[in-house]
C-alpha cells in the first residue's frame, strides 16, 4: 500500500501531540507500505522524524528503545554499538544529535529539548528510582506507537511501583566500555518468574480497555496504524486494574489461569 507525507501529518493532527511533548516510540516503520518519494528505509526515518518534530517543536523530545540486554547475555555492553532494535532506532543512532544511556540492559537514545536530563546518570536499577522510565513518566511523557499496540516498555516500570507478584529484581554483573575503557559494574531489572508460561507479558488487554475508554489514540497509515497514550494514563488504567485483576498484564488471563503457579528463584 502507498502513503506520503501528507497521510501522515493528516493521522498525527488526529492524534493529542502538543508542542513541547516527550514521546517514547516503539516502532516497526517499514510495515506502512511504501512512502512515496523515498527512496530506501533511511528516507521513511528521516520523513517520520521530520514529521513528528513539525508537532513538538524545538522543545520536544523524542526517545526510541536502544535495549541490548547485555549483562543477562553475557556480554560487553558497548555504547557505541548499533542497538539492532528496528530501522528507526537504528537511524536515531546513526544521528549525530542523539544521545544514548549507559544502561547495559535497557539504554534509550533521545533527541531533543530534554534528551540530557532524562537519561544522564543512569542507575544500576533500570526501572528503579531516577531512571529512565521514572523520569520520563514524571515528566508527563506520551507512548507514541508505530505499527504496534498501546503497550510499551514503561509497563514494566509500572508493574514494579505496584509490586506485582510475578516479576522481581534481578541483578547482573558485567562490563561496560566507557570511553573505550572496561568498567565493571552491575545491572538490576525486573524479570519475570519463569516458573509459568502464562506470566509472559501481554499488552492484549491493556489495549483492548484502553481503546475502550478512549485513552489510546489510534489512527490508520498507510496499512498499519500510529497510537498515542500518555504516560500518566497508562499508569491510572493500570493501577485501576490490577486491584481486580492483578495477572492482566500477562497471559493468564487470556488462556483462563487465575492463579498461576509461581515459584520464587533463590
Known amino acids: ?45 528521516e520523513i517520520f522524524f521530520d514529521v513528528i518534530f513539525n508537532f513538538i517543536g524545538e522543545n520536544g523530545t523524542i526517545f526510541v528503545p536502544s535495549f541490548t540486554y547485555s549483562f543477562p547475555k553475557g556480554e560487553i555492553y558497548d555504547p557505541l554499538e548499533p542497538p539492532k532494535m528496528g530501522a528507526f532506532s537504528d537511524w536515531i543512532f546513526r544521528n549525530s544529535d542523539s544521545i544514548r ?12 529539548n530534554n534528551a540530557l536530563r532524562m537519561i544522564e546518570n543512569a542507575p544500576i536499577n533500570s526501572f528503579g528510582e531516577k531512571s529512565f522510565f521514572e523520569r520520563f513518566h514524571q515528566s508527563g511523557g506520551k507512548i507514541f506507537n508505530l505499527n504496534f499496540d498501546a503497550g510499551s516498555t514503561l509497563i514494566h516500570y509500572f508493574e514494579r511501583l505496584l509490586n506485582v507478584p510475578y516479576r522481581f529484581d534481578k541483578s547482573f554483573n558485567g562490563i561496560s566500555l566507557i570511553e573505550g575503557k572496561e568498567v565493571k559494574s552491575k545491572s538490576t531489572i525486573f524479570v519475570r518468574y519463569l516458573s509459568d508460561d502464562s506470566l509472559e507479558y501481554s ?21 498499519g496504524s500510529i497510537g498515542l497514550i500518555s504516560s500518566q494514563d497508562t499508569f491510572t488504567l493500570i493501577k485501576d486494574e490490577i486491584q481486580s485483576a492483578p495477572y492482566f498484564l500477562t497471559k493468564a488471563d487470556m488462556m483462563g489461569i487465575k492463579e498461576p503457579n509461581i515459584i520464587k528463584e533463590k
Do not use: P
Not at 499488552?203 to 498507510?222: D, P
Open 1 to 45: 500500500m502507498n502513503y506520503n507525507k501528507k497521510d501522515i501529518t493528516s493521522s498525527l493532527n488526529k492524534l493529542k501531540l502538543e508542542k513541547g511533548d516527550s514521546l517514547f516510540i516503539h516502532s516497526n516503520i517499514g510495515f506502512f507500505g511504501i512512502l512515496e518519494g523515498a527512496k530506501n528505509i533511511d528516507d521513511i526515518c
Open 101 to 112: 544511556s549507559y544502561d547495559s540492559s535497557y539504554s534509550v537514545l533521545g533527541i531533543g
Open 203 to 223: 499488552s492484549k488487554l491493556f489495549t483492548e480497555i484502553a481503546l475502550k475508554k478512549t485513552l489510546f489514540y489510534n489512527e490508520k497509515l498507510g496499512r
